[in-house]
């Protein structure tokens, strides 16, 4: 068995600076094609920061999403040409 051996990683550890992550810029991909259930990054205003999301809804200007992990009550219409997507 596996019992009182020791496992390492020789991958060297990098530095991590957490305000490395820090995004000032709300830059999304352009996307041109819509469909319900598609997986993107949504700006989160509140935050300041990109979280996983789908597309649940569309209509002809704006989409509805849902941020991954979130209370629906957090789902928002965003306008499809937003830098927030």
């Avoid at 009182?4 to 957490?18: A, I, L, S």
């Avoid at 999304?28 to 649940?56: F, H, P, S």
Wanted: charged share 35%.
């Amino acid at each position: 068995g596996r019992k009182g051996k020791t496992f390492t990683c020789d991958t060297p550890e990098d530095d991590f600076d957490p305000m490395s992550e820090y995004v000032d810029s709300t830059k999304g991909d352009v996307i041109t094609e819509w469909k319900v259930g598609m997986q993107l990054d949504g700006w989160c205003l509140a935050n300041k920061r990109w979280y996983e999301a789908k597309v649940i809804a569309i209509k002809e200007d704006s989409i509805k999403i849902h941020f991954k992990g979130w209370n629906p009550k957090a789902d928002e219409w965003i306008a499809k040409d937003s830098d927030r997507v």
